[in-house]
């Protein structure tokens, strides 16, 4: 079992994921590449700047992979590398988990 501090494994997982965007992401690129504007498309609500910071560090912590094609006009594409197909097994568990007890946690915020 893994113990849980501030400097174990376990909060790189948890640091990685934290925030609004990216498990969706994430779990956007699950049926494979895409490319920004399909992305953003998808999933709706994120603006370009916001999908770009995004993209670029899940890049940079080697959950995407960022591939440009040499064309006319640029085409660039992001698709999951192993470790972020990995990741999809946890954010779908608790994409489950919110399912089902995500109206408990909304009707404990509702002021008394």
Not at 22 to 46: E, Q
Not at 55 to 67: A, P, Q, T
Not at 78 to 107: C, F, M, N, Q
């Amino acid at each position: 079992m893994t113990t849980f501090y501030a400097d174990c494994q376990a909060r790189v997982a948890a640091d990685l994921i934290s925030g609004t965007w990216p498990m969706v992401v994430i779990y956007s690129l699950s049926k494979g590449p895409a490319r920004p504007g399909d992305l953003r498309r998808k999933i709706g609500g994120i603006s370009q700047k916001v999908l770009t910071e995004t993209l670029r560090r899940l890049e940079h912590n080697g959950i995407v992979e960022r591939r440009r094609y040499a064309e006319a006009p640029p085409r660039v594409e992001y698709s999951l590398t192993e470790a972020g197909r990995d990741l999809l097994v946890p954010i779908e568990a608790l994409g489950d988990w919110a399912a089902k007890h995500a109206s408990t946690v909304l009707d404990a915020q509702e002021p008394a």
